[in-house]
């Protein structure tokens, strides 16, 4: 006979139910010291300022946390997108979110009384949904456990851990089924149908079995289920499941300020002994160390490392990784450490002699933000990277020999280039461009042109600078430049960790300015832009600065530039990290690209917020690489394979990053020792992750340059 | 073991060619918009004073003679970690007269102290004149070692080895004694810790004025300057024909050999 309401009995079949209860204990107190071990750790750590804009902190978890918005956006590795890693993570959430919906429905209805387990709500709910989801998060596991222990992508960390988080889900959801099934078939259930998965389980095992022995083996497993769910509840807060709560905590305390916020301002008149940057985990923030625990292991900020692709040492997730171990081995010193700030021997020295930590790693960054962009947990890798160098830096001035020349460089005579035999206004030959201290009044000038040292002791950049300057002169655009007066205004000296170098250039940079009453700078090199929109005012100067691509894109919209002769050629625009990911310029640049050309404008498999790196950021264009991890080399087989025959990009170091990448990867001209290694019509199999692109001429033009081609008045090519 | 470090501030010399002019009144080259540095040699020098320092002990005075932008020379210098840092300021320091310099070196470094060397750079990156060392040690009464590219300190004395066209000479000198050092691989400056040039900007400095030198004027340099000039040079661009690479080889060869009996 069917009973009047459906439900089932809780406990059924159940011996001694009460000592769920007890094991409950040990559960909660073994996992929650598994949390509040690790709330001990970040405490210890130094200030950040993140409890500013709870709203705005609160929507963000909603979107990462809850919606897991970046878990979903596609990986990259190798410029090749792979998407099964979020479909099994949404999988294994979503059915865990039900499943503990589930369990707290039992509560509410055996030990608060609320009876609700009955009726539509417990078919429709309790039985049937909960069975979805719980099978979802069996499908979900089979997908990890395929990609994990066949398919293997080196993205992930092949940890015994991992393998055992994966068996135990297994386990619990399985055996979950288990008990569902056999009740369903010992006790004839009539509403067994409503959980599908259960009841195929119940005919399969009424088949092979008596009912008897299911209600006995129900029993056993019953209890197996609760052993290991507790089990399983109290274990994972020691491991990397810790996650569950660490990342929402994560993404709630993240730099909302985008990552030019990246490098913390320094105080250099506050404290005579405190060590310079940091190389002592006792020394981090606590936000630095909430970010270790909250690493999910899984790889997407190294598979989009250009430098880790390229084949360096460098791995961002293995930074975050072994910080994180070196947090919790030393747990006994951060807990006693004061945080006293002489300039003793470290307590937990961060610099290792090889691997991730290593110096030669943490100078292989190209600052170029991928890992943070694509970190599904909000971690930021780079402050710790800088920190490092900063230390490295002014503690040790230890640094690759080529950067310390530019540095060097940098202090003497402001410039990255020793050696230059170029001044900062050859590229102005034959034109009339306006130097600020030749004018009876500065003031008067709307716009200062910045230069910028890589346009203007670069012969390459000159046409650059010169197409812009007539661009300007083209849109009657008042503005002049400093000429010789310019000098470095410290980006290079900031990435390559010398704060100090950067405080100084800065100062007496907005000494200049200000004595020329400067307020609207436009610069045709986003690491200018970036310096002066997001690092001058930490130093006290403000100013409306412009890259020139959306400089010129108002003055197209405005009429004032009008593109008559557009080109046929089809034209792939590469974002340089620091326009496009750092200042989220994506548009203006595309936009002087569509007008410039009929051609087709196609897409790299990386572009705008995924672009892959020219490999020039971070002082690394100063350096002399191993040709086979040249970042370049990889992005210019990316633009290759639109089949474009113009890369458009808007940065100095884009451009001349890009056009070595292009030679070597073609063979077309060879540069440097490209020539002696790369013969013309074969390149070694080894030296180029992708394959090599059929031998056809790419060249690499700035927006400015493919804007003024197309502008009728430019006879100047 | 004591050491005099004398530094000289000079223009930029590695500015680029079309950014040098000079001033043919005032018979000197225009600041324009170049930067001030450290004359190379001399930061060779200290960074010999420093190795001999960092494997002997000892205590380093640099001494520079200039204009009030040279405290920059001596404040990199206290940042590399010299000890002690003087000025002697005199607004006509940047004249070419090597005898004028070596006077006001040798009465400050009289009036600094006793030193047993003495290192000055092999010549300055501006006027390249390179007799300042020399004159200094007459001036001292000291004995004179040029382009010395090594020291060390071998029982109170010291081992010297210079360069000469030929090879090397290894010295023994009993200090005090006057060296001029030139540049080797072993003496690339240094780069200071950040952490040092901070705290160099709260290092004492001694300023001397020049006229508390009671330097007699000098009416009797024997080093006068006339006239000063940029040489004019002249690149022209030939291209030499030929169908291929071998008569191209052929016309090239012809050329040169031509070029080479004309301006014989
Ligand atoms: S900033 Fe770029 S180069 Fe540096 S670790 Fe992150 S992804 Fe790699
Ligand atoms: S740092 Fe972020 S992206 Fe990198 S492995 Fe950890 S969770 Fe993944």
Known sequence: MMPAEATREIFWNVPFPWLMYVLLVPTVVVGGWGLYRRLRLWRTGGPAMRWDRPKERLALVWRHAVGQGRTLRRAYSSGRASSSSSVFHLLITVGFVVLTMATTVVMLDHDFGTRIMRGGFYLFFQSLTVDLFGALVLVGIGIAMIRRWLQKPSRLVFTDEASAILIAIFVVAASGFLVEGWRIAATHDPWGPWSPIGYLIAQGSLAVAEPSTLTTAHAVVWWGHCVVTFAFLAWAPYTKLAHVVTAPLNIFFANLDGHAASLRPMDFEADDDATLGVDDLTKMTWKDLLDLDSCTECGRCTAACPAHTAGKSLSPRDIVLGLRDLM?????????????????????????????LSAESLWQCTTCAACMEVCPVYIEQLPKILDVRRYLTMEEAEMPPSMADAMTSLERRGHPYPGTRLSRIDWTDGLDVPVMSELDDPGEVDVLLWVGCATALIERNHSVVRSLAQLLQHAGVSFAILGREERCNGDAARRMGNEFLFETMARKNQALLERYGVEKIVTPCPHCFNTFKNDYPTVGGDYHVEHHSSFLAKLVDDGRIQSTQAAEHNVTFHDPCYLGRYNREFDAPRQLVQISTHGRTPEMEQSRENSFCCGGGGGLSFTEEPAEQRVNRQRASQALATGASVVGTGCPFCMTMLEDGVAAVTGDLPSDDAAAKIPADSMPADSMPATRMPAKRMIVKDIAELLWDATEASPDT | MNILVCLKQILDPDIPARDFRIDPERREAVRGSADLVTNIFCENALETALQLKDAHDGMITVLSHGSEEAEDVLRKALAMKADEAALVLDDDAAQADPLQAARVLAAAARKLGSFDVIMVGRESGDWGVGQTGGLLAEELGVPFIALVEHLDVDEGKLRIRRQTDTGTEIFEVTPPVVISITNSENNLPRIPKTRDVMKSYRKPLTTIAVADLSLTPSSDSYFRLVEISVPEKETRCELVEGHNLEQRIDAFAHRVAEIANTTR
């Open chain 1, 328 to 356: 919790h081995d030393g747990a006994e010193t951060l807990l006693a450490a004061p945080q006293d700030d002489t300039d003793n021997a470290p307590a937990l020295p961060i610099l290792q002699q090889t691997g991730a």
